[in-house]
Nanobody, 121 residues
């Protein structure tokens, strides 16, 4: 069984920084593209950033220059460093990963349980 477990959410004042981590565990062959999404109250879930297995990154426009996504392929982890946080960054942040399993053979997306980030003075 494949699991994604996030950690690192919390409360921070505007202008502050926070780091999130997500680790994939269980029985699987390969972790491909990993990503962070977020969902604010009353809004749809939106993409924050993605990173391929080779390290190519992509960011939503509002996060460019403030957020940095990175990964460790050996540890099957993905991180999100968030700087210059704003109140509108308040949301539940979700880890997502495309993972290949050998038994049963499949390639599909998995989600973490989410971690709350609150930016407020």
């Amino acid at each position: 069984q494949v699991q994604l477990v996030e950690s690192g959410g919390g409360f921070v004042q505007p202008g502050g920084s926070l780091g999130l981590s997500c680790a994939a565990s269980g029985s699987f062959a390969t972790v491909y593209t990993m990503a962070w999404y977020r969902q604010a109250p009353g809004k749809q879930r939106e993409l924050v950033a993605t990173i391929t297995r080779g390290g190519t990154t992509n960011y939503a426009d509002s996060m460019k220059g403030r957020f940095t996504i990175s990964r460790d392929n050996d540890k099957n982890t993905v991180n999100l460093q968030m700087n210059s946080l704003k109140p509108e960054d308040t949301a539940v942040y979700y880890c997502n990963a495309n993972i290949k399993t050998s038994w049963p053979e499949s390639l599909r997306g998995y989600w973490g349980q989410g971690t709350q980030v609150t930016v407020s003075s």
